[in-house]
């Protein structure tokens, strides 16, 4: 079982920065890509960054690009999220997630949140002065 359990969440003043981790078990991460996504209270979930097997190619939401940034250490069965220049609008839950199965590509991930179906319990954030 496929199991994903972020942290590192808390509350930052605006400029500010955190660092979220995601501890993956119940399967060999090497062979999955990993996105990240978040929620908002009263909106949609929203994908936000995800990173290819091996860490060859990441793709990022325009509204956090230059700022956020996706990585991944297989050796230690985790995936990490370094948010810099937070702003009230990264305020939500940050989860990590999985797809049903095994990568094929190891040059490319999506953020669409369709495509990914093992989900972290979610970690908050918010920014705020």
């Known amino acids: 079982q496929l199991q994903l359990v972020e942290s590192g969440g808390g509350l930052v003043q605006p400029g500010g920065s955190l660092r979220l981790s995601c501890a993956t078990s119940?399967?060999?991460?090497?062979?999955?890509?990993i996105g990240w996504f978040r929620q908002a209270p009263g909106k949609e979930r929203e994908g936000v960054a995800c990173?290819?097997?091996?860490?060859?190619?990441?793709n990022y939401v325009g509204s956090v690009k230059g700022r956020f940034t996706i990585s991944r250490d297989d050796a230690k069965n985790a995936v990490y999220l370094q948010m810099n220049s937070l702003n009230p609008e990264d305020t939500a839950v940050y989860y990590c997630?999985?797809?049903?199965?095994?990568?094929?590509?190891?040059?490319?991930?999506?953020?669409?949140?369709?495509?990914?179906?093992?989900w972290g319990q979610g970690t908050q954030v918010t920014v705020s002065s």
């Open positions: 997630a999985a797809p049903g199965r095994p990568t094929i590509s190891r040059g490319y991930c999506t953020t669409r949140s369709t495509e990914y179906d093992y």
């Open positions: 119940g399967f060999i991460l090497d062979y999955y890509t």
């Open positions: 990173i290819s097997r091996s860490g060859g190619s990441t």
